[in-house]
């Protein structure tokens, strides 16, 4: 099965399983956006929505894709926000946005399952308008090196969603080499982390003026 067939059939039950990964990136996400307002908004991999309603909020205009048609419609069904335009796409191919055209990209949870991050973070310099700002929040790699995987229930089997690791290093160079800036690094873990390595790989770039 391919990572967007997966998410797919994970669809139904992405927004109500047990997932403080997914909850704790929801916080951060609001911690680090909330207080910010733009004009357009350019949001990778959104899944069901989690996080578009706030992005809603603090652009007048956002464009959201994703390559999973089952997220996409949950997203759709849960928002109806007229300022958010949802998108299938493959982020590993051309994004559907023109050049210099958004102020602010975010990608939450999605990267782990990309391979090539050059393209990613060339994509991102491209849209992105001069001082423009990208917020990436991840699976901390360190939770990787310990097994933790984006994985969900099907018929009663495990199913464990093909992913990468990318280093921190990998995620700070590889945007460098795009042009890309970084203004802030932030590791979080979640009320039950006790004891734990960061859950959470919360990364700030600007876009140079
Ligand atoms: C773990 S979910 C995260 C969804 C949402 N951002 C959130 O934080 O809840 C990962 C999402 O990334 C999408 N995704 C993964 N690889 C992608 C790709 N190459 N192109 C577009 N979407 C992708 C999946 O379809 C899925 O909806």
Not at 12 to 21: G, K, P, Q, V
Not at 176 to 192: I, K
């Amino acid at each position: 099965m391919r990572i967007s067939e997966h998410y797919s059939a994970w669809a139904a039950a992405y927004d109500s399983d047990r997932n403080l990964t997914r909850d704790l990136d929801a916080l951060v996400t609001r911690e680090l956006l909330g207080a910010l307002r733009v004009r357009s908004i350019l949001e990778l991999g959104c899944g069901t929505g989690k996080n578009t309603a706030l992005l809603a909020q603090i652009g007048a205009q956002v464009q959201a894709l994703d390559f999973a048609p089952g997220m996409l419609a949950r997203a759709r069904a849960k928002l109806r926000a007229t300022n958010v335009t949802f998108t299938e796409a493959d982020l590993t191919q051309p994004w559907p946005c023109a050049d210099q055209a958004v102020d602010l990209v975010v990608g939450n949870l999605v990267l782990e399952h990309i391979a090539d991050l050059g393209f990613i973070f060339a994509e991102v310099a491209r849209v992105l308008a001069p001082g423009g700002r990208c917020l990436i929040s991840e699976l901390h790699p360190f939770r990787q090196y310990l097994g933790a995987q984006a994985t969900f229930t099907q018929a009663d089997a495990q199913i464990r969603i093909p992913a990468y690791v990318h280093h921190i290093s990998e995620f700070i160079h590889t945007a460098a080499a795009a042009g890309l800036t970084l203004t802030a690094l932030h590791e979080r873990w979640h009320a039950e982390d006790q004891g734990k390595p960061p859950r959470i790989l919360a990364l700030l770039f600007t876009k140079p003026s």
